[in-house]
């Protein structure tokens, strides 16, 4: 289970391009343990860059991360063996759900979720399928345990993908627009898992335009745009009358 040692996900500088493209100029931000941050931005302006860095799916230019303790100090200094060292410690410590889910098409809900209890965390099948069958049930869809993706819904699907990356016991979850590919109806659905794992005090990052769910359930709300943050603030503020005209001029348009 997880430890309650303090862990804190910690960027400072973060700087990232492709090719001519500066993508992340110098991003920074602090997230406490158990702290739910969500992140919303314009299309283009680095979120997925920006989340996918945090373990590494994206190499950094520039910067450093430090999650739960484990620091990579512009990693493009140190040697290639320390550098994989310390991107495996951090990928330990966390997880990460995506828009389109990435679940394996032919693997049953079931298998999805013990994948990695067993190739990863050296779990006998017996046992993964018992801890899978709870996480499955945590998320609402035991009875869907050997259904085939291709058979379920998308807001199922997305259920399946929280119930595997949380069998990994992460401390901090990443998400990136998790209901942005699912119908309004099947939104909630995945929200209300989503609520619950906020309620359990879990690290939450998440990208996403769902201005109730960021209202509700974000500690902070952070804003990106060309490659900077621009406001890290409250929930409230964010929502409310005193926050800079570029958010109001972004949220205006994201409830048209
Ligand atoms: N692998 C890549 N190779 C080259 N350019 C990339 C790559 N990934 C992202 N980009 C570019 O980086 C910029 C930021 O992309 P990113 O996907 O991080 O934005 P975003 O804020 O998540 O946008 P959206 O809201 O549309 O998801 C874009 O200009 C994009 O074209
Ligand atoms: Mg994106």
């Known amino acids: 289970m997880n430890n309650s040692s303090p862990c804190t996900v910690r ?11 500066k993508v992340l100029k110098h991003v920074d931000l602090t997230v406490g343990k158990g702290e739910v941050v969500v992140i919303m931005g314009p299309s283009g302006s680095g979120k997925t860059t920006f989340i996918r860095s945090l373990n590494f799916l994206e190499m950094p230019d520039q910067g450093s991360i430090e999650i739960c303790g484990i620091e990579l100090d512009e990693p493009l200094t140190l040697r290639p063996g320390e550098v994989r ?49 709870l996480l499955l049930q945590k998320v609402g869809l035991s009875e869907k345990a050997d259904a085939y993706p291709g058979k379920l819904s998308g807001g199922q699907k997305q259920r399946v993908a929280i119930a595997r990356a949380l069998a990994m016991e992460p401390e ?16 909630d659905e995945v929200l209300g898992v989503m609520r619950d794992l906020a309620k359990e005090g879990i690290t939450m990052l998440v990208v996403t335009h769902e201005t ?9 709300i952070v804003f990106m745009e060309g490659g900077h ?20 001029q972004f949220l205006g348009r994201i409830h048209e």
């Open 11 to 21: 960027v400072r500088g973060l700087a990232k391009a492709f090719g001519p493209n």
């Open 85 to 133: 060292k310390k991107i495996f410690q951090i990928r330990q410590k966390t997880a990460m759900v995506f828009q389109s889910f990435n679940l394996f098409p032919h693997r049953t809900a079931l298998q999805n979720v013990i994948e990695g209890l067993i190739s990863v965390k050296g779990f006998d099948k017996e046992k993964a399928q018992q801890r899978g069958m």
């Open 172 to 187: 901090v979850i990443l998400f990136d627009e998790p209901t942005s590919a699912l119908d309004p109806e099947l939104r």
């Open 212 to 220: 109730r769910f960021a209202r509700d359930v974000a500690d902070r």
């Open 229 to 248: 943050v621009i406001e890290d603030t409250t929930p409230s503020h964010f929502f409310g009358p005193t926050v800079s005209e570029r958010c109001k």
